[in-house]
């Protein structure tokens, strides 16, 4: 297949790639029985037109569709292998062309809730330790592996609130801002905060499966990793849609392992619990892509949001109520 053209100079190219009826045909998918499928995503303004005029002088039936300023080109279900050929060639031919393997940054708003969870843990270190009953506090809310196992499920989600001292805080307000930052840039300010706590609860739970007798760790490390390994996943599905990508894929999932190593294996750490952290968000990262392939509305995040405060709301009072403080 020969080079494409140069496209002419228009203010029309640069913006929208199906509005140039010279040098952008497009295809009708009406004409199949089976409904469009994605075959090429995250395409800008210049790489959907140049991947259209490919597919047409193929003669491949497609669509353009626009959404969060990107585009991406649908084709029936039985034209998806000769349409990736088509560009396989056509990239072959001309490899300075516009590379959409590449995978994007998350599409979700950008959300600034990991300070508000950085500010809460910051809140939460500064009553526990200038209270007068710390050591109890601590007893009480802790990942007690041994109470876990007696039914103090609670402790799971209220361990990742506390922390030992301030270079513990220190060290995991860092992973909130940063891999809380990326999850709910993934699933959202309401879902992605849920599946962190939900995460970092089953790790901590895993854990005192594990142990199975006195073990007490406390500390919000369990649900960073657990925040890490959703990222992980999402980017490890990111880039294996694509398929120029797929080889590597895998190295997002290697990092994840390769951070584990790195940060969660200090003497001080709990390796058992971010391992189990990591695992878990692994899991939910997959249900995550599983139940949400597509945006997810406002009042869902919402609902989740507050799902996450009652979480964290009644497992507090059951440590109280547990504990009689």
């Given at each position: 297949?020969?080079?494409?053209?140069?496209?002419?100079?228009?203010?029309?190219?640069?913006?929208?790639?199906?509005?140039?009826?010279?040098?952008?045909?497009?295809?009708?998918?009406?004409?199949?029985?089976?409904?469009?499928?994605?075959?090429?995503?995250?395409?800008?303004?210049?790489?959907?037109?140049?991947?259209?005029?490919?597919?047409?002088?193929?003669?491949?039936?497609?669509?353009?569709?626009?959404?969060?300023?990107?585009?991406?080109?649908?084709?029936?279900?039985?034209?998806?292998?000769?349409?990736?050929?088509?560009?396989?060639l056509?990239?072959a031919?001309?490899?300075m062309?516009?590379?959409?393997?590449?995978?994007?940054?998350?599409?979700?708003?950008r959300?600034?809730?990991?300070?508000?969870?950085?500010?809460?843990?910051?809140?939460?270190?500064?009553?526990?330790t200038?209270?007068?009953?710390?050591?109890?506090?601590?007893?009480?809310?802790?990942?007690?592996?041994?109470?876990?196992?007696?039914?103090?499920?609670?402790?799971?989600?209220?361990?990742?609130?506390?922390?030992?001292?301030?270079?513990?805080?220190?060290?995991?307000?860092?992973?909130?801002?940063?891999?809380?930052?990326?999850?709910?840039?993934?699933?959202?300010?309401?879902?992605?905060?849920?599946?962190?706590?939900?995460?970092?609860?089953?790790?901590?739970g895993?854990?005192?499966?594990?142990?199975?007798?006195q073990?007490?760790?406390?500390?919000?490390?369990?649900?960073?990793?657990a925040?890490?390994?959703?990222?992980?996943?999402?980017?490890?599905?990111?880039?294996?849609?694509?398929?120029?990508?797929?080889?590597?894929?895998?190295?997002?999932?290697?990092?994840?392992?390769?951070?584990?190593?790195?940060?969660?294996?200090?003497?001080?750490?709990?390796?058992?619990?971010h391992?189990?952290?990591l695992?878990?968000?692994?899991?939910?990262?997959?249900?995550?892509?599983?139940?949400?392939?597509?945006?997810?509305?406002?009042?869902?995040?919402?609902?989740?949001?507050?799902?996450?405060?009652?979480?964290?709301?009644?497992?507090?009072?059951?440590?109280?109520?547990?504990?009689?403080?």
């Amino acid at each position: 297949m020969a080079a494409m053209p140069p496209k002419p100079e228009s203010r029309a190219d640069k913006t929208d790639p199906a509005r140039s009826t010279t040098t952008s045909p497009i295809q009708n998918l009406t004409e199949h029985s089976d409904a469009p499928t994605p075959v090429f995503a995250h395409l800008d303004a210049e790489q959907a037109r140049t991947y259209s005029l490919v597919l047409a002088a193929a003669g491949i039936a497609h669509g353009l569709f626009h959404r969060n300023r990107r585009w991406s080109i649908g084709v029936a279900r039985q034209d998806r292998a000769g349409a990736q050929r088509a560009i396989s060639l056509y990239r072959a031919e001309n490899p300075m062309a516009p590379d959409h393997d590449a995978p994007p940054p998350p599409s979700s708003p950008r959300s600034i809730s990991a300070l508000y969870v950085a500010l809460l843990l910051i809140a939460v270190h500064v009553a526990v330790t200038t209270s007068r009953q710390k050591g109890a506090l601590i007893s009480t809310f802790g990942a007690d592996a041994r109470q876990i196992m007696d039914g103090d499920v609670y402790r799971c989600v209220t361990a990742l609130l506390l922390h030992n001292d301030i270079s513990h805080l220190l060290a995991n307000l860092v992973g909130t801002l940063l891999f809380g930052t990326l999850v709910s840039g993934y699933c959202g300010w309401g879902i992605g905060w849920l599946l962190i706590v939900l995460s970092g609860a089953l790790g901590n739970g895993l854990t005192a499966l594990w142990y199975g007798g006195q073990h007490l760790s406390i500390g919000a490390s369990t649900g960073i990793f657990a925040a890490l390994g959703i990222c992980a996943v999402m980017a490890f599905w990111r880039r294996y849609q694509h398929h120029g990508q797929r080889g590597r894929s895998w190295l997002s999932l290697a990092g994840a392992l390769a951070l584990l190593g790195w940060l969660g294996s200090s003497p001080r750490s709990d390796l058992a619990a971010h391992l189990f952290g990591l695992t878990a968000g692994f899991g939910f990262g997959a249900l995550c892509l599983w139940g949400l392939d597509r945006p997810t509305s406002r009042p869902l995040q919402t609902a989740s949001f507050f799902l996450t405060v009652a979480l964290l709301l009644g497992s507090c009072w059951w440590g109280y109520a547990k504990g009689g403080l």
